[in-house]
């Protein structure tokens, strides 16, 4: 006859299990270890580098970050949309593909630049938003925005919750190139991994990655979000930045710009 754990028993056994399961979600995956090249300054307050990584030697991972009290993000559209390289606003440091779009080059979720909404919100379930208003950054869930933001945009999935934790619960398997926007210590990065057609991360393997602490050889973000990816992934620097483009191969809705405030 099998005998009745004591209920303190029990409470210690489920405490144990969901540090464990809190702890492995913040692990890095096996081979995400980045070797990253030192750091170039764009702006006062906003810089770039780049990362390659020994088991992919295919991939090509840039990270720009802005301190958002000193720079600002906006978006920048040409109707029925276009490459990437011919949405690049004057003043412009860095600019990356933005979110989802349809067939017709219309944002799919909520998207505001310089305080103006020029899309309107949509009800989902899942998904978060990035926001940014004069140097306040939010990366999370659209209910729990606390401002009225000059800069959002509404995408999906979230990849990190706002408690640090990963938000993809399974493995889809499907690979490509990313762009993803994380909050990491209050400065936004815009994360670029270039991969080719077929390869890449999958969500999870961004999200773990992006969760797990820098010591671990992660990024250390509190919050993630991803934005879009597979032929839609772009970024573009000055050529003084000394880091290549990311040529996107298709057009896209509308990009987000990095400028100096």
Known sequence: MKRALPAVAIVLIAAGATYAWRVNRRA?????DVDWSPAHALAPGVSVREG??????????????????LASVRVQQIPGGAQLASLIPPGAVAAVNGGY???????????????????????????G??????????????ASLP???ELAVQNSPRLVESDGTVGIRSDDKKR???????????????????????????????????????SLGGLGCSAALNLDGGPSTGVWLPASSGVADVHGAAPIAYSLAVLPR
């Open 28 to 32: 890095p995956g096996p081979d995400f």
């Open 52 to 69: 390659k990584l020994a088991s992919a030697p295919a991939w090509r991972i840039v990270d720009v970050s802005m301190d958002p009290s």
């Open 101 to 127: 779009f349809d067939e017709r080059f219309r944002p799919t979720g909520w998207l505001v630049s310089d305080g103006k909404e020029l899309s309107s919100k949509q009800s989902r379930a899942q998904g």
């Open 129 to 142: 938003v990035l926001a940014l208003e004069k140097g306040r950054l939010f990366v999370g869930p659209m």
């Open 147 to 149: 401002f009225a933001p």
């Open 176 to 214: 490509a190139a990313r762009t993803l926007a994380c909050d990491a210590e209050g400065r936004l990065h815009f994360v670029v991994i270039a991969a080719p057609t077929g390869d890449g991360p999958t969500l999870l393997e961004a999200a773990r990655w992006l969760a797990a602490d820098p």
